[in-house]
Every structure is written in C-alpha cells, then in structure tokens.
C-alpha cells in the first residue's frame, strides 16, 4: 500500500509543482500521510522543495511547492539504427539533458562491434548528462520478443535470435568504468522496436491522442498502434509490421519471402531507386528532401509513389482499427511536404465506410528524435510509477 501511495503522490507532483496540501487533495490522502512520503521521495533524490506554491486563495501563508528533483535518477535511451547509433539521457521532468547521434553503416556487422561502439557512446552520453540512470531502453529495427529483450529479426541489420541484453552489458563494462563508474553494465535494460518506442514518445511527449497509428521509416518501414493511450502489441508482440503489410499481391519479392510488400514501395531502397538515386552514400531522408525541395522531377515522382502506397496500406489499417490519427513519424516526417498529398488520396478514396477527413494525417513534431526519446523517456516513466524500484519507502 505505501509503495502504491508513493507512486500517487509522485504522480500528482509529476504533474506540476505541488503544496502538501495540493497533493493531499488530490490523492485523497491526508496532509500527515503525504509528508511522510514526501520526505521519503526527497530522500530518494526524486523530488525536491522549490519554494513557496503559487498564492491558492486561502487564508494563511502559502506552502512549500514540491517539484520532480531535476538531478535525481535519469532516463538512459539508446539506438542501433541500420546507419546510425544514437544514445540520449532524460531527466524525471522529461528534459533531454545530452544527446549523442554517431552516423555509421551497421548492416552485416557483428553485434559485438556493434555493441562495443555504442556502449562508448551510452558512456559519454552519461557522463555529459551529470545523471545517473535509472535504467536502460533500446531502440532497434527489428521484431522483439521473449524474456531478456531478444531480437528476434532485423532483416536491414542482418540479424538474428541477438539477445540484445546480454550482448551490450559486456560492452559497457569493457566501455568502463570512466567518469560514470562501472554501474551503466548493472542497469537494468530493456528493448524494444523503434517504432513502437516512436509511437509511446508521439502518445507521451508529441501530443499523440488516445488512438493513433503512428507510422516511422528509417531503412525499413514500421508502425505502432496506439489504443486508449497503450501500445498494442498483439499475441506474440510483433504488432506493427506494416512494411510488409501487401500493397500489390502480385509485387516484387520481399526480404520477408512475400510479395509486394509495403516495404517494396516506401522503404529507403525502394524510393531511391525509383528516384534513380540507387547505390547513392550518405542519409537517404536528407537526399531526398534535397531532391525534392529543388524541385528534381524524379524524386518528386517517386515520393509520390511512396506515398499513394502509404496511403493505401494506411487505409486498410485505419478501416479495421478506426483511429482518431494517422501519424508519420521517424524519416517520413521530414518528406511529409511530398508524401501527404498521395497519401491523403488514397485514404480519401478508400475510406469510405467511416467519416474521414485529411487534417487526421498528421506529422509528428518528434520527427526522427521520436524513437531515442522514447526509449529514454520509458525509464523515467517506469520511476515515476513504481519509485519503490529505487529504495523509496523501503525504510517504512
């Protein structure tokens, strides 16, 4: 019951700076109870006394308002993206306090390498950050599933059965122990696919409504479903592949083993081929927007392309699940300007059973920020529900 009570009173404060007595009212709990646990939330590092509550109309002199402890525990997120790694620190207030984003081709490498390159950049995150994490989340394109965060496949990685875990923790204590210590390799780590840790930042952070389908590119093509504000992740935990959603039954062969795939029209090889541009080096999403923004007639077309395919897979997920939004997110966001005119065509046309109205296509703000912030954002959010897992209120 208290470790409940801890969470709630926590919960409320997350909300905004907060009295005593504002909390009490608010959780129903007395005024004794709640400055009980908001001693032992002080202690934990996890809130912190911010001066006098703004004026409530009360007779009498205004409490202490009570605050999320901007130097308590972190949120630690990283990325293995096909082209690049990424790794940020949040803090309890969601508050982005370092970034780090290293551009490297990481198709057919050995996980190890892989692992090794980015436990340097967790550290270095780390150590800019002036926190110390909670906990750990990682971002990958790919299918996740089973105990211990295995990647289960990412086909544009090369990757198989990696449990992803147990592959980073050596890296981090051969990256240590450096300014941090040797504790990155002792936090607990998650994983989980970037597009799903996209759609919770979009739904979090972005201003997502209750029920959306966020939709993210990077080299491949990925979905989360957002209902009533939670991930739907489906039996096995793979819901969302919509890269291989079949837009053309008859279409090119996939990676998969199908045909037609959503993947062979909108993924990153598929458009820069279609705009000529195949074998081209360097950020695909940035060539292309260049194309395009200069007005290249073969780029245009084929985001056009890219987008009447988006557009018809979209439609087809939003006649089954009806939700409120259709999101681009990751690389889309930035070639949304060529995308949403087809796109809105196509839903247009064959949407047709339910009201539907284009301003309900939507682009996320988080652009391709989305998955990293995420990944970091759903440590803090897993302090804020539980803050017994840090040895708050473990002395009551």
Known sequence: MRRANLALVLGTIASGPRSRAEVAAGTGLTRAAVSSLAEQLIAAGLVVEEGPAAPSG??????????????GPGGLGAEIGVRHLGACVVDLRGEVRAWRRREVSNHGREPAAVMAELAHLLHEAVAASGLRPAGLTLAVPGLVGGSGGVLRRAANLGWRD???????????RAAGPGPVGDGLAELPIEAD?????GGLAERWLGEGPEDFLYVSAEAGVGAAIVVGGRLLRGA????????HVPVHPDGPACACGARGCLEQYAGEAAVLRAAGLT???GDWVTLLADRAGAGDTAALAALAGAGAALGTAAA???NLLDPTEVVLGGGYARLAPWLLPAMRAELTARVAVR????DRLTVSRLGRRGPLLGAAARVVRAVLADPGTLGAGTGA
């Open 58 to 71: 009360k007779v009498g002199r205004p409490g202490t308002a009570l605050g999320l402890n901007p130097a």
């Open 279 to 281: 074998g081209a080096r």
């Open 162 to 172: 990696i449990p992803l875990a147990a592959a980073l923790r050596p890296a981090l």
């Open 193 to 197: 696919n970037e597009a799903n840790l």
């Open 236 to 243: 096995g935990g793979y819901a969302g592949e919509f890269g």
């Open 355 to 358: 009201p539907w109205s284009g």
């Open 316 to 318: 087809g997920a939003v």
